[in-house]
């Protein structure tokens, strides 16, 4: 076994400050080497996302003690930033996370930094918008998306509203390795913080704030309340999570009163009990939706994820049934929803702008380039994204309008600097009312994109390799693909490889291949940043639906049958 799993443990074990259950449930495990190995092999990494890893206690663990040691280093850094330094706290509603959040606060209020804390679950880009509004030096969210129950995590925002990039993480991170022991961790309790004004409570005012901004940027609001919002069917499901009253708050105040929510996923449940991941990626979180929305003849079906920053859309195909969409599909619709009513009421900047991932479809891109915007790539997170906003704002040389990624992210309007599914929500949910005044559903909509930009068609490989030997293994995939670059695959010559690691079209350096064919199709290889996963992403462009599906499972299959060997 790792020695320095050992030594960790036994210091555990050994450590004055480490409370007595957390030592008990250490002491269970003895003889339990690989387990020992796996809490203890590493400190659990503060990334350039924050923190993400399984509860309980050990070093690669997320509990009171990482959390504690985290927001010290935080704390330290926010303490060089400002001479009146302040954190804004939000939380989901996972297991712990009430705890979590509380346990920051505390640290930070006995470092004399203030600390702005929901009083109950929000959604993260709600977390965004207050450091913004608050004047905020900093921001937390504890929340591990839309990984299963076991995950909780810890996600850090500059004072633009905008997750840690990787100039202010490389800091924070410096800052959290000086905090070697848990003795250089200060706290204080809750009477304390807030006898003395470093704990301060969020409620109403703020979410009133916050809702009434999103709703700000509807587009056809007057339409909605004038009659069209009636008439539109909407399931919507929060999935366990924070969307539940923000997403039905802002719907109704744009106009859209005929809305359903699926009362088994209504309330909050850290166990997500009713289905196997809260993930709106995936058809089966939508069971229960699609069930409700059979019953009440939806048009329209949406799903947000715990901490509500992504979102996930069910539309009715031309044969009645309910089928799921891409990100990249919702993202295009929406894209060309607005685009095209900003034409129409002759706002469209000159100088707009669209930002994406370079792992997202080209098919938002070429929707939005035809209307006169340009496109801007961005590495995958959506730091990145917020990060050009906040560029684009000071400088004035783009107008922001809309920026997304594949893995279901959206933002449209600069109030805040992250995904925003509440805002999606109402986008798509607008976009469905507005185009069924036409006549037309989302799906009919998405047929006509692909008779004018081609049939596009995008597909997701992810392989979870856990533990020491998955990251070393992960490692070796990457270095198989870098070393050895396949000059063609299926006959199809391999036009241009595309490694980011260096550095590459201005953009940060990052552990991502991209390799582009020539018939127009494109895969990328990359370690997710927040789980033990390597992605693999598949895109092609077909004359037909037929031909698209045939070519993404012939590429997928010869580039996994790779990756998997090297596994």
């Known amino acids: ?314 539309v009715r195909n031309n044969e009645g049934e309910y089928v799921v969409l891409t990100g990249n599909q919702s993202g295009a619709i929406m894209v060309n929803y607005l685009l095209g009513s900003l034409k129409e009421r002759g706002e469209l900047p000159a100088n707009g702008v669209v930002v994406k991932t370079i792992v997202t479809s080209e098919m938002g891109a070429d929707i939005a380039e035809s209307y006169g915007a340009e496109v801007v790539n961005t590495l995958t997170g959506f730091k990145y994204i917020g990060e050009k906003i906040t560029q684009y704002e000071r400088s004035g040389e783009r107008s922001f309008l809309f920026g997304y990624e594949e893995s279901y992210g959206y933002l449209a309007g600069t109030y805040a600097r992250d995904k925003d599914a509440v805002i999606a929500s109402m986008l798509i949910c607008e976009a469905a009312a507005y185009y069924k005044s036409k006549g037309k559903t989302l799906y009919d909509v998405l047929l006509e994109l692909y008779a004018k930009f081609g049939n596009y068609m995008e597909h997701l490989e992810s392989r979870t390799l856990k533990g020491v030997d998955g990251v070393q293994q992960i490692a070796a995939i990457m270095e198989d693909w870098r070393s050895n670059p396949p000059a063609e695959i299926g006959g199809v010559d391999v036009t241009r490889v595309l490694d980011y690691l260096p550095g590459l079209d201005g953009l940060p350096p990052e552990n991502v291949l991209k390799y582009m064919l020539a018939d127009g199709s494109w895969f990328c290889l990359r370690p997710s940043g927040t789980e033990p996963k390597i992605k693999v992403y598949f895109a092609v462009r077909g004359n037909s639906q037929d031909e698209a599906k045939a070519a993404i499972a012939r590429l997928t299959q010869i580039v996994m049958e790779r990756v998997d060997n090297r596994a």
């Open 1 to 314: 076994m790792n020695q320095s799993a050992v030594e960790r443990y036994e210091a555990w074990l050994s450590d004055p400050l480490i409370d007595a259950a957390t030592k008990e449930e250490l002491a269970a495990l003895r003889g339990n080497e690989k387990e020992i190995e796996d809490r203890f092999y590493r400190e659990l990494e503060f990334g350039t996302g924050g923190l993400r890893g399984v509860m309980g206690a050990g070093t690669n663990r997320l509990n009171a003690y990482t959390v504690g040691k985290a927001t010290q280093g935080l704390a330290n850094w926010v303490l060089g930033k400002s001479s009146v330094p302040s954190v804004v706290i939000a939380y989901d509603s996972r297991n712990n996370s009430p705890e979590f959040a509380l346990d920051a606060a505390l640290v930070l209020a006995a470092n004399g930094v203030k600390a702005h804390v929901f009083q109950s679950l929000r959604p993260t880009p709600q977390l965004s918008f207050a450091v913004r509004a608050l004047g905020a030096t900093s921001g937390i969210v504890i929340t591990a998306s839309h990984n299963p129950p076991e995950y909780n995590g810890y996600k850090a925002y500059g004072s633009d509203g905008c997750q840690l990039v990787p100039e202010d993480a490389a800091e924070v991170i410096g800052a959290i390795q000086q905090v070697t022991g848990f003795d250089q961790v200060r706290r204080i309790s809750r009477e304390e913080a807030e006898a003395k004004g470093l704990l301060h409570w969020l409620g109403e005012a703020e979410d009133r704030d916050y809702i009434q901004t999103v709703a700000a940027e509807s587009l056809n609001s007057g339409l909605l309340k004038d009659g069209l919002g009636e008439s539109l069917t909407v399931v919507y499901t929060p999935l366990h999570g924070a969307g539940n009253m923000p997403v039905r708050e802002v719907l109704k105040e744009i106009g859209l009163s005929n809305v359903h929510i699926v009362p088994e996923q209504e309330k909050p449940d850290g166990y997500f009990s009713t289905v196997k991941s809260p993930n709106p990626e995936e058809r089966e979180a939508f069971a229960l939706a699609i069930k409700l929305g059979q019953e009440l003849g939806a048009d329209i079906i949406v799903g947000t994820d715990p901490d509500c920053d992504r979102m996930g859309a069910v």
